[in-house]
């Protein structure tokens, strides 16, 4: 555990081998926590892999699970920092950073301040943090798509907030006094969640989210950054993409991704001239695609001597 700015302490572990190549996982969310198979992405006797989990969930205190935990200090400038102590902690000069989802948008912000730390970028799922993005996911934009399971997550509504800012309302519903009311909204806005990831759509909620604590956490935390727009400033990562122009980068994107279409990893890759765009055809969100994963083996080895 790390203790950062804040009194927050953050999990982190180390996997493969001492003496290989550092890279760090930044995982999606916001608020997903690491998971087993992001080590399975890596050869272990070429790497040495950082993973840990940002702020308020996984194996992070104090957990947004828990009522009580504020979310003041949870915010995009804090995780960066995070990483940034993180990587000081460890003594590591530079390293590669894979991120995913939320993932590649924190794992770019963090590029954009600290260039000289990373040798590569390895995205997936790719978004960038514009007002366009989170619209299209949280504010209706993609519900044309899913217009029975939108419905449903506005219904899940006290009647009087239906017809407003839906994360607004979340984040309200989810800080009731009432463990009930509480859970109940959690659950609802985790099936909405478990709707886009694969292609075709899977029913019913994912199993990550039949863990109570796990579904609270992460609807806090997903409704905090959306309400915010994640602080990052419409438009400002590929505006600022000039600043990683000197790392290679490898983007990989299933072509029937809902959460994060498509163009969003084009409109980066036509701003970040040393980008490869891997597109996969057949392929949703979801990482564990045999494609997307198998697209990240190639992409994380192609850089292991590099």
Known sequence: MLEVAGGDRI????????????????????????????????????????L????????????????????????????????????????????????????????????????E???????????????????????????????????????ALPERDRDGDIVAAYCRVLEHPDASVRDAAALAWCHWESVTPNWPPVPG?????????????????VTHYVRHNAWLGDGRILHDAARIADIRGILVNGRFDFQAPIANAWALHRRWPRSELVIVDDAGHAADHPGIAGELRRAIARFATV
């Open 205 to 221: 909620l994912a199993r990550r989210f039949r863990d109570r604590e796990f579904a609270l956490a992460f609807a806090r935390i």
């Open 52 to 115: 840990f989990d940002q702020r308020g969930c996984g194996r992070s205190l104090p957990h947004a699970g828990l009522p009580g935990t504020s979310l003041a200090l949870n915010t995009t400038a804090n995780l960066i920092a995070d990483m940034e102590l993180l990587r000081q902690h460890l003594q590591i000069e530079r390293w590669l950073v894979l991120g995913g989802s939320w993932g590649s948008a924190l794992a770019l912000a963090y590029a954009e301040l600290f260039a």
């Open 117 to 155: 730390r990373v040798s590569e970028l390895v995205l997936f799922g790719i978004t960038t943090g514009r007002q366009e993005e989170f619209d299209w996911l949280f504010r209706g934009g993609i519900g044309r798509f899913f217009p029975e399971e939108w419905q449903r997550l506005r219904d």
């Open 11 to 50: 999990y982190w572990e180390l996997c493969g081998n001492p003496k290989g190549k550092p890279a760090v996982v930044v995982h999606g969310g916001p608020g997903s926590g690491c998971q087993p198979w992001h080590r399975q992405l890596f050869d272990p006797r070429a790497y040495h892999v950082v």
